[in-house]
């Protein structure tokens, strides 16, 4: 397997899918790659002090688990793609018997890229904000709820609907969703499924479908300063969204810096990294025009897009990427990396100085990181934490 270099960030699948039967594979719905130049040597330095590291089981009996957040009391909170919120002891790995929130009879999860897939604390740690697709329409609807917190516990009675969007096909339901730096709610949607992005949402402003949204997290309006919100707005255009042109963002998440990581699962030949710098709005990645930077031959010029930092072919046995996180400069392992992974890799990867404005982005694997079925990565209180579909949690540590 080949690092690949970044296209530089000014050079402007099927999705996940959650199944036991066929792993993680099915979870994030297909390969993706990356560019062919630029190649670097596999077994180079890794990023970060520490930077020789394994993962160890901090816990092991979870159900499908999806995502995972620090908890207001220092517990880690975990979904489980069935429905259930369970807190995890992060110290003695133990589970704790009654689940901070359940919504096993509010979450579809009878395909594998459905059920419970997102997860954030507001933080205040007033609320917490869950991401699952809900019976109803053609197949599902992405629903996100803002549950009020008491006693440690969601209150579900009083929760509000921030966003509701029927999706056309069972795949490609992106699932991300986090607080940015200014407050904001950040949701990420897939292309709504199938295979090639057969309705054209990718570039089309008028849905919420292939988009990261930024929403009004106390009831789900859209900010005044979205890119595509106001009177100047293009005709139709979603007033709710931030970025376009994604094909399933099924993980991304924001750095020190404010910069945002996306994550965007490939159809057939890539897995596609971007990055936005702080206060960016309005970029369109270019798909279904373009699979990362490889023209796609369809619906017109292959030109204009923002390009990806970083691609990897699915020829290298890449499928379907997780994207990661930016590690703490002052973490004990991997600071100021950029630690991120696949489903179809057996080790995570990371992007070493990734704080650096401007650096080019080559990643490394970290060879003795051993995870498959990766589902989700956080940091926590500087600790990088990794799910897996087989009901692991494991932490990074150095070797």
């Known amino acids: 397997m080949n690092p690949r270099r970044a296209v530089p960030s000014n050079a402007l699948k099927d999705g996940l899918t959650l199944s036991v039967v066929l792993t993680t594979v099915l979870l994030l719905g297909a390969c993706g790659g990356g560019s062919r130049s630029d190649e670097s040597d596999a077994g180079g330095p890794l990023p970060g002090p520490g930077a020789s590291v394994r993962t160890v089981v901090v816990a092991d009996s979870l159900d499908q688990p999806t995502d995972v957040v620090a908890a207001p009391d220092g517990a880690l909170w975990v979904t489980e793609r069935t429905g259930l919120v369970r807190a995890v002891d992060p110290g003695r790995g133990v589970v704790a018997d009654r689940p901070v929130l359940d919504l096993t009879d509010q979450v579809l999860a009878d395909g594998g890229e459905q059920g419970l897939l997102g997860l954030a604390v507001a933080p205040d740690g007033s609320s917490l904000v869950v991401d699952f697709v809900a019976p109803g329409g053609q197949n599902g609807v ?3 709820l803002s549950i009020p917190l008491s006693g440690g516990r969601a209150d579900l009675d009083g929760a509000t609907t921030l966003l509701s969007v029927d999706q056309p096909f069972a795949n490609h339901n992106g699932g991300g969703v986090r607080f940015g730096p200014d407050g904001m709610l950040y949701v990420g949607l897939g292309d709504g499924g199938d295979q090639g992005d057969p309705q054209g949402n990718g570039q089309s402003l008028n849905t919420p479908l292939a988009k990261i949204l930024r929403i009004d997290p106390t009831d789900g309006s859209a900010p005044d300063d979205n890119p595509f919100a106001g009177a100047g ?9 931030w970025h376009s042109g994604l094909r399933n963002p099924w993980r991304f998440s924001f750095d020190a810096r404010g910069a945002l990581w996306i994550g965007d699962v490939g159809g057939s030949e890539r897995e596609e990294l971007n990055r936005v710098d702080p206060g960016v709005s309005g970029a369109n990645f270019g798909w279904q025009v373009r699979e990362g930077t490889l023209a796609t031959g369809t ?3 292959a030109d204009g897009f923002v390009g990806p930092i970083a691609e990897f072919d699915h020829e290298d046995g890449w499928c379907s990427i997780i994207g990661g996180v930016v590690v703490p400069d002052d973490a004990p392992v991997l600071g100021g990396a950029y630690v991120f992974g696949d489903n179809c890799q057996s080790t995570l990867w990371a992007i070493p100085d990734a704080l650096e404005v401007g650096t080019a982005a080559t990643a490394s694997p970290l060879a003795d990181a051993d995870v498959s079925s990766l589902t989700s990565i956080s940091v926590i209180d500087s600790t990088v934490y990794v799910l897996t579909l ?6 990074v540590v150095a070797r």
């Open 142 to 144: 992405t629903t996100v």
């Open 233 to 241: 707005a293009a005709a139709g255009a979603d007033p709710r969204t």
């Open 299 to 301: 619906r017109g010029s």
């Open 390 to 395: 087989d009901g692991e949690i494991r932490r």
